[in-house]
């Protein structure tokens, strides 16, 4: 059984009343994992979802030579696999810890019984996954349409949207594993981000970003201006 704090707040519990909430608590299974640590496989049963409540969770797929496409990163607060829970299908993915993590496993048939009993757990389950469905559509729109650093410029708008604090972002990743989720590779990355700093749009120090120019990184995230 779980201690339903992690939980409270979250958005996909909104609106359940105390009795909801302790009846997440009793069928909800908190699991810790190592940095590199397999939490599923592709193919493997969907027997729940999952929720992250500390540390970074990894959701990639390998190709038939062994490369890895990173489709998402996510962090406290944010679920995954909740397409296996209501498919009743395996796991279309892998899902990885990246550093040290916390998750809350929630069992497929239990959880399917709390959602009978309260529909509106299951509309609030929808707009996340639809909210997951519009990401996923920016993401193929990204790596189909736009170059490599229009990519980069998106993402780094979107983790100072998120995270950032000023303009400055601390990259909540390794530069490789950014690389694999914007579809490139590091040495790609690497010179993206001295044409960036030599054209005073960002600086980058290690895994710290701050932004120079917000303009300019908003045309080259549109498309509307290249690096030279």
């Known amino acids: 059984m779980l201690n339903i704090d992690p939980l409270a ?19 909800s299974v908190s699991q ?3 940095r590199g640590q397999t939490i599923f496989l592709e193919g493997q049963d969907g027997a729940g979802f999952y929720l992250v409540t500390s540390g970074l969770v990894k959701i990639y797929k390998l190709s038939l030579d062994g490369k890895e ?7 406290p607060g944010e679920p995954f696999a909740e397409v296996a829970l209501f498919a009743g299908s395996t796991y279309p993915a892998n899902a990885m810890a990246i550093e040290k993590s916390s998750v809350v496993f929630f069992p497929r048939k239990a959880f399917s ?6 529909p509106s757990l299951a ?16 993401m193929v729109e990204a790596l189909s349409l736009k170059e490599v650093p229009g990519r980069l410029a998106a993402y780094i708008l979107l983790e100072n949207e998120e995270r950032g604090k000023n303009g400055d972002i601390k990259l ?18 690497s010179r993206i981000l001295a044409k960036m700093t030599k054209q005073g749009i960002v600086t980058a120090t ?3 970003i701050s932004i120079l120019d ?13 690096l030279s």
């Open 206 to 208: 290690g895994s710290s």
């Open 113 to 118: 019984d709390l959602i009978s009993k309260r």
């Open 69 to 75: 496409q990173i489709l998402h990163i996510l962090g």
């Open 9 to 27: 707040n979250n958005s996909l519990f909104r609106g359940l009343n105390e009795n909801d909430h302790n009846e997440l608590s009793r069928i």
């Open 123 to 138: 509309l609030n389950m929808l707009a996340t996954l639809s909210l997951r469905l519009r990401q996923f559509a920016n």
């Open 32 to 34: 810790e994992y190592s």
């Open 214 to 226: 917000m303009e300019k990184l908003q045309e080259l995230a549109d498309g509307e201006t290249r």
């Open 172 to 189: 909540p990743i390794a530069k490789s594993q950014l690389a694999s989720l914007l579809g490139t590779i590091p040495e790609t990355l």
